[in-house]
């Protein structure tokens, strides 16, 4: 059973653009949930998606913002890059409220 | 709010050391705890769940404990090994969102 995917592995970026990462879960999980990861403040939970819906958010601006598809793959976008968005995002999935499965991240760097 | 702490932040043992890693949280209303094991650079792979019903579970040489009373979770690694040099991370989940709240992590080093 293939696991998480999640495509880019690594980017680029300038302050002031704007990115989309993609994360695919295992085949069954409607579940998908998206954290930001710096050395600073750790493991920071960013939002949950089940069956396409929005079930929860972190305390994150409204500049990060996702989707969930009706084939459970999501998406993260994050508008207007700030210095400080540079980070490893990690997706998990899940078969909901149960065991979570990481992906293997995107590094994402902001010049 | 849920504060997960694991102290200490790094630990660094002599190859075949049998190792307890300690997690606390100050909520106990969970719903179920999770440890992983991170390598430089990569993602999270998880070692073992522990939903708040049970007292523990066993995968080969790791064993986990939960005490949801005292909001503690202990890791114990049998016979460590260089392979298992990781940072470690234990997380809990509370009930009505897959929300995970995770401690800052363990470096581990075993040294052969």
């Known amino acids: 059973k293939a696991g998480v995917t999640q495509t880019p592995r690594y980017l680029i970026k300038t302050r002031g653009q704007q990115v989309t990462l993609s994360c695919s879960p295992i085949s069954g999980h409607r579940s998908v949930s998206w954290y930001q990861q710096t050395p600073g403040q750790g493991l920071q939970f960013l939002f949950e998606y089940f069956s396409e819906t ?7 601006p409204g500049r990060f913002s996702g989707r969930q598809f009706s084939n459970s793959r999501s998406e993260m976008n994050v508008s207007t890059l700030e210095l400080g968005d540079s980070a490893l995002y990690l997706c998990a999935s899940s078969l ?11 590094r994402l760097l902001v010049l | 709010k849920q504060e997960v702490t694991q102290i200490p932040a790094a630990l660094s043992v002599p190859e075949g050391e049998n190792l307890v890693l300690n997690c606390s949280f100050t909520d106990s209303a969970i719903y179920n705890l999770q440890w992983f094991r991170q390598d430089p650079g990569k ?6 769940l522990i939903q708040s019903s049970q007292r523990e579970q066993t995968s080969g040489r790791l064993n986990a404990s939960l005490d949801k009373s005292s ?6 690694i049998a016979a460590s090994q260089p392979g298992d040099s990781a940072t470690y991370l234990c997380a809990v ?13 363990m470096k581990l080093t075993v040294n052969p």
Do not use: A, H, I, W
């Open chain 2, 93 to 105: 989940m509370q009930g009505g969102s897959e929300k995970l709240v995770f401690g800052k992590g």
């Open chain 2, 71 to 76: 909001g503690r979770s202990t890791l114990y």
């Open chain 1, 54 to 60: 929005q079930r929860n958010k972190g305390n994150f």
């Open chain 1, 96 to 106: 909901n409220y149960y065991e979570q499965y990481f992906g293997p991240g995107t």
């Open chain 2, 43 to 48: 993602g999270l792979t998880s070692l073992l």
